[in-house]
T-cell receptor
Framework: AQSVTQLGSHVSVSEGALVLLRCNYS??????LFWYVQYPNQGLQLLLK??????LVKGINGFEAEFKKSETSFHLTKPSAHMSDAAEYFC???????????FGKGTKLSVKP | EAGVAQSPRYKIIEKRQSVAFWCNPI?????LYWYQQILGQGPKLLIQ????????DSQLPKDRFSAERLKGVDSTLKIQPAKLEDSAVYLC????????????????FGPGTRLTVL
């Protein structure tokens, strides 16, 4: 069975600092991995996804994530945080192209001026 | 392109009452999903439709929850009777359909309906 663990329910960084949100997954088959962002009172928006090929994937708003099979991780990073990045971030896994999305519990990112 | 529409955006009811949520997916999207997002947790799939047929409803509490997708377009999710633990955001999502290729299955989410059961 698939599962996703997001380390840290709340992360706080200063504006301009590195953002690192951690995600570990388990899957019995090669996974498809996703990061979604949710702003208050809004639905989820896809930030980036890994399916096959290059393990470093770039997404919107300057975010990127690296798939590390040996570590079963898919951590999300951004070199320099902006106030507008404050939101909740969800990591999700899917078994290949056909399975259902399984979400982690989310990490709330706060950005201090 | 218009996104996934949901209504109402907010709903407050008392326990044992009934409630219904409506979703209009992106035009042309064959697959529709309903998720429940309890505060502090990630979304959990309740039911998935392919056109007007149910693909997966294994997580739907069928004693109180029901959903339909008439004509393979709009969908409604109903709770009857509601319990306190049903307080959550109900998210609707849609995707083009179940074919190989990741982009074909990308899910697009609506803004959600926030349900409070008192």
């Amino acid at each position: 069975a698939q599962s996703v663990t997001q380390l840290g329910s709340h992360v706080s960084v200063s504006e301009g600092a590195l953002v690192l949100l951690r995600c570990n997954y388990s899957s019995s088959v090669p996974p498809y991995l996703f990061w979604y962002v949710q702003y208050p009172n809004q639905g989820l928006q896809l930030l980036l996804k890994y399916t096959t090929g290059a393990t470093l994937v770039k997404g919107i708003n300057g975010f990127e994530a690296e798939f590390k099979k040996s570590e079963t991780s898919f951590h999300l990073t951004k070199p320099s945080a902006h106030m507008s990045d404050a939101a909740e971030y969800f990591c999700a896994v899917r078994e290949g192209s056909q399975g259902n999305l399984i979400f982690g519990k989310g990490t709330k990112l706060s950005v201090k001026p | 392109e218009a996104g996934v529409a949901q209504s109402p955006r907010y709903k407050i009811i008392e326990k044992r009452q009934s409630v219904a949520f409506w979703c209009n997916p992106i035009s042309g999207h064959a697959t529709l999903y309903w998720y429940q997002q309890i505060l502090g947790q990630g979304p959990k799939l309740l039911i998935q439709f392919q056109n007007n047929g149910v693909v997966d409803d294994s997580q739907l509490p069928k004693d109180r929850f029901s959903a339909e997708r008439l004509k393979g377009v709009d969908s409604t999710l109903k709770i009857q009777p509601a319990k306190l633990e049903d307080s959550a955001v109900y998210l609707c999502a849609s995707s083009l359909g179940r074919r190989t290729g990741s982009s074909y299955n990308e899910q697009f989410f609506g803004p959600g309906t926030r349900l409070t059961v008192l």
